[in-house]
């Protein structure tokens, strides 16, 4: 009988060794996969927001919107630009958006939808997430 548990004994141990090591090995892996998963999730976010998809958000912080403006303003004007409840009707300078400091809030996240029509921006949206 002293054989009988001195086995389960050996195999408890031998089980548990096994498990931890198994576990230390996935837990980078796991963290790498997600890694890779979140990459993967916003290039595929960057290409749909490029092709001018209107079901994509993407997320912003408020003191990135001024360099977002900027960025899309190099190309051409927009049409409409929505910073929260306040809307800007074309847009061709940064300088043509009044109290830009006052209404966006530089600690704040916000989603940001750009909508196409024909490769021409016709609104940049911004909401501040709550």
């Known amino acids: 009988m002293e054989k009988f548990w001195a086995v ?15 576990n230390q090995v996935y837990i980078p892996q796991k963290e790498t996969q ?3 998963a979140e990459m993967a999730n ?28 900027e960025y899309y303003l190099n190309d051409n004007s927009i049409a409409t630009l929505i910073i929260g409840s306040h809307t800007y009707n ?9 109290n ?9 996240q916000y989603y940001m939808k750009i909508i196409k029509n024909n490769d021409k921006i016709t609104e940049i949206r911004f909401t501040e997430i709550v």
Do not use: P, Q, R, W
């Open 100 to 108: 830009l400091n006052t209404v966006v809030k530089e600690e704040s």
């Open 90 to 98: 074309n847009v061709h300078n940064i300088n043509d958006i009044e």
């Open 8 to 22: 389960i004994l050996i195999f408890v141990v031998v089980a548990a060794a096994g498990l931890m090591y198994v």
């Open 42 to 69: 916003k290039t595929l976010t960057a290409v749909k927001l490029e092709i001018g998809d209107e079901t994509i958000f993407s997320e912003v912080s408020g003191g990135e919107i001024k360099e977002v403006i």
């Open 34 to 36: 997600m890694a890779m």
